[in-house]
């Protein structure tokens, strides 16, 4: 049984940083960070490949996001530089099926309770 908690939400301030966590228990594959606004669709952040050699960004946060995952497979998270206000929202990690995971929320099989980000100007 896959369990997904993550950690480290809160208030940053525009232009600063701030890391999320995702604490990993049972089996799981290619992970993902997904985010949801209110009022809006849920939506692909990054995902990283179950042999952590592959990760893939959104537009929107490429450059300025990194997901990283530890060695133990236990730990996912997502270290977010150069805050702008739009990247307010729920975050949430997600657990893929595959060893390649997708952009589609779809496609993910386990997820976290979500973790508040809001990023003030």
């Known amino acids: 049984q896959i369990r997904l908690v993550e950690s480290g939400g809160g208030l940053a301030e525009s232009g600063g940083s701030r890391r999320l966590s995702c604490a990993i228990s049972g089996r799981t594959y290619g992970m993902a960070w997904f985010r949801q606004a209110p009022g809006q669709e849920r939506e692909f952040v990054a995902n990283i490949n179950w042999a952590r050699t592959k990760t893939h960004y959104s537009t929107s946060v490429e450059g300025r996001f990194t997901i990283s995952r530890t060695g133990d497979m236990k730990t996912l998270y997502l270290q977010m530089n150069s805050l702008k206000r739009e990247d307010t929202a729920v975050y949430y990690c997600?657990?893929?099926?595959?060893?390649?995971?997708?952009?589609?929320?779809?496609?993910?099989?386990?997820w976290g309770q979500g973790t508040q980000v809001t990023v003030s100007s």
């Open positions: 997600a657990a893929s099926p595959s060893n390649t995971p997708t952009t589609s929320h779809r496609d993910y099989i386990r």
